[in-house]
């Protein structure tokens, strides 16, 4: 059964589980277009580079129905350039429209309804193809955690940010599954706690031992010996190994390093963006001051005091210790780790 991302036959929509309200209402949240979807994107009804993604292909199938019509075809690139575009970092909504463009791209003359067909499949693929992915993510990751591990994690990269299982929570699952003891520490992650939230909440319900902390009480916990590794996701990894992530991760990956704490990145290669070199390149989403100004809607900031609300930040290369992928655990030098997981991958795809 999809958890949190339902296609809806009956209602011919798509339903999200509105991750604003979690833990406290389970709400579910309808897609119908592409304004619905879009909106779904930018107030993180839905959240997280691989869930972005798969909301991204059904939203495709969206736009393709609202344009129909009399000149449907033009109508529909203005729309898929707008979905393209409601979230700059997760490297992820890119990867999905154009997938499904290149799709359409190599079946000329679909017609309307034919594309709508198709691309609904395509975007039901695409959804089970990224549970399959985190699954391997779980089965390779679970190799560099040990028994007894005490794992840190930044924002959520659980089964509520992906379709289901996780890339950094797919280790912990993948390591528990393995039959090993892991405790996690969910740092909560402000402005939008998806650690406090989100993470706590999906590992809790699973029965993953799991305590939040304080995003500053890294340093402490870590100078305490409290912190065997570091397992986090990402929103985009620079052909160099330099990966995004959720505002306050390569803090957590410098003080991993000053403490001698092994600090792993978890993602699918869709998050792996080889057009963007290196970090600095990445483009930062610089989101609403007022998830800084107020927790819930009590203002906890004085009238008139600006704030930086920063979505993301880059972890350099130097600091990561592996990319755990659906192909394995990639090593320093990622330039060339990433280049060889592509290339196998490309030479297994064609010699199908
Ligand atoms: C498997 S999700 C990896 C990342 O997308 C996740 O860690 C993250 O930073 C999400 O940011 P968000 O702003 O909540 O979409």
Redesign the pocket.
Known sequence: MDWHIRFSDEKGCLLLLDQRFLPNREDWFECTDTASTIYALQT?VV????A?GVTAAYGCWLAAREAAGEGWEKRLETLLTDLENARPT?VNLRWAVRRMRAARDARPGLDHEALCAFWLELAKEIHEEDKRLCRLIGTHGATVIDDGDTVMTH???GAL??ADY???LGVIRGAVDAGKRVEVIANETRP?L?GARLTAYELHKDGIPVKVACDNACSLLMKRGMVDKVV????RIAANGDAA??IGTSGVAILARHYGIPFYVAAPLSTIDRETPDGDAIPIEDRTPREVTHVGDHQITPDGVGVFNF??DVTPAEFITGIVTERGVLLPPYSESIARAFAEREAEESAR
């Open positions: 993180m959240r997280g580079a691989p972005i997760a924002c959520n990269a940010a992906t996780g890339t950094a939008f998806q986090v996701g990402a929103d992530n959720k979505a993301f």
